[in-house]
Nanobody, 117 residues
């Protein structure tokens, strides 16, 4: 099993930046595909970006060109750099770890990102 703890959320003005972190423990982090998802009030949780164990990345259209996902296997941590933030990026951001072969995944508790002037 893997446990995930997100951090780095907060209040930022439009056009600003934040860096989210997700620290993992309890399993072999490097095997997992890691992802960031978000859920705005009244909306379904949606994919933001993923990164595989090999470093391949995938982004939602809304994230392309503004957000960057990365991982540091030595630190068991995945990051999401958020740039050029917009009010519509306001949401709780969740980290997810998905095992590549087993039907197993884990979620973090989420971190709030609020973009407002």
């Amino acid at each position: 099993q893997v446990q995930l703890v997100e951090s780095g959320g907060g209040l930022v003005q439009p056009g600003g930046s934040l860096r989210l972190s997700c620290a993992a423990s309890g399993s072999i982090f490097s095997l997992y595909t890691m992802g960031w998802y978000r859920q705005a009030p009244g909306k379904q949780r949606e994919l933001v970006a993923t990164v595989t164990s090999g470093g391949s990345t995938n982004y939602a259209d809304s994230a392309k060109g503004r957000f960057t996902i990365s991982r540091d296997n030595a630190k068991n941590t995945v990051y999401l750099q958020l740039n050029s933030l917009k009010p519509e990026d306001t949401a709780v951001y969740y980290c997810k770890a998905s095992h590549p072969y087993l039907n197993y995944y884990a979620w973090g508790q989420g971190t709030q990102v609020t973009v407002s002037s």
